[in-house]
């Protein structure tokens, strides 16, 4: 694993965005682990967050034009990004969307630089993909293209399709989505402290399940 991702699963358990147990999921699913990202609420939490995701955007070599960041979580998370890539002498334009169209003062739904070019979309975890393929849709009628998703965590999880929804994602969109880490880079970082194995054993059993290919 690269210094970005260690850095970000040590982040996730500081702050219980990762956490460990038995937890009833959307699917109907039971699974060892769960993921919150709303649990950083702190600047200097956030800051560190950022620089993971701006890390990660540089070492995918993705040659953005602009960042986008879909209401509501992506708002934070694609304004703290572009701070982080701006340290490291990359300064990107970012919008992001409002969930109603305002119908007053400058109107619309895009707040943010005008779209345009190669843009990255910044959110946090792929779940449905509702958000971000709402988002691809939005950059695309702007006349932008949308090249990548940068999210936190692929749970690498079989669907009702048979694919993940990071492979559903990239199949329907043709979207390159990129993820801080995985499930399987989670396991690695755990496996060498004896206190997580009974968790480790448990994850591996879901992922022998649920887990794609």
Known sequence: MRPHQTDFIQLALDHQVLRFGSFTLKSGRVSPYFFNLGRISSGAALRRLAQAYA??????DLAADMLFGPAYKGIPLVAATA?????RGLDLPFA???KEAKDHGEGGTLVGAE???RVVVIDDVLTAGTALR???ALLRAAGAEPVAALVALDRQEVGPAGRSAVQDLEADSGVRVVPLVTVEHVM???????AYAPVLSAM??????YGVN
């Open 115 to 117: 779209p345009r070019g």
């Open 55 to 60: 890390a990660s955007l540089i070492h995918a």
């Open 83 to 87: 701070c982080a890539l701006a340290e």
């Open 188 to 194: 690695a970082f755990i496996q060498d402290n004896d």
């Open 96 to 98: 992001y969307n409002r």
């Open 204 to 209: 591996r059993d879901y992922q022998a399940r």
């Open 134 to 136: 709402e988002a691809i």
